[in-house]
């Protein structure tokens, strides 16, 4: 089993930046392809950015592509999510996921419990 906890989320403006942080505990030993969706109200689960086990390889949504990036430290067991120049709608639960293929698109077998991110306009 593979734990993911999520921090970082909060509220912040139009245009500001944030960092999310996902700490990955229990079986980590194995390759772990690492994650991050998002879940605005009434909307469905969306792919969010993804990176292959020595990062060498990433995916983003188009939404995202150019203003957030997804890295990890193997080293410390850690994966985050810069998000720069955020807008409104990039309003949230961000997830991360973790999964032991090399699907960054998953499905991901593994998840977080989310933290929330508001941009007001």
């Known amino acids: 089993q593979v734990q993911l906890v999520e921090s970082g989320g909060g509220l912040v403006q139009a245009g500001d930046s944030l960092r999310l942080s996902c700490a990955a505990s229990?079986?980590?030993?194995?390759?772990?392809?690492m994650g991050w969706f998002r879940q605005a109200p009434g909307k469905e689960r969306e792919f969010v950015a993804a990176?292959?086990?020595?990062?060498?390889?990433?995916n983003y949504a188009a939404s995202v592509k150019g203003r957030f990036t997804i890295t990890r430290d193997n080293t410390k067991n850690m994966v985050y999510l810069q998000m720069d120049s955020l807008k409104p709608e990039d309003s949230a639960v961000y997830y991360c996921?973790?999964?032991?293929?090399?699907?960054?698109?998953?499905?991901?077998?593994?998840w977080g419990q989310g933290t929330q991110v508001t941009v007001s306009s």
């Open positions: 229990g079986r980590t030993v194995s390759p772990l392809t």
């Open positions: 996921a973790a999964d032991r293929s090399s699907r960054l698109l998953g499905p991901y077998d593994y």
């Open positions: 990176i292959s086990w020595l990062g060498g390889t990433t």
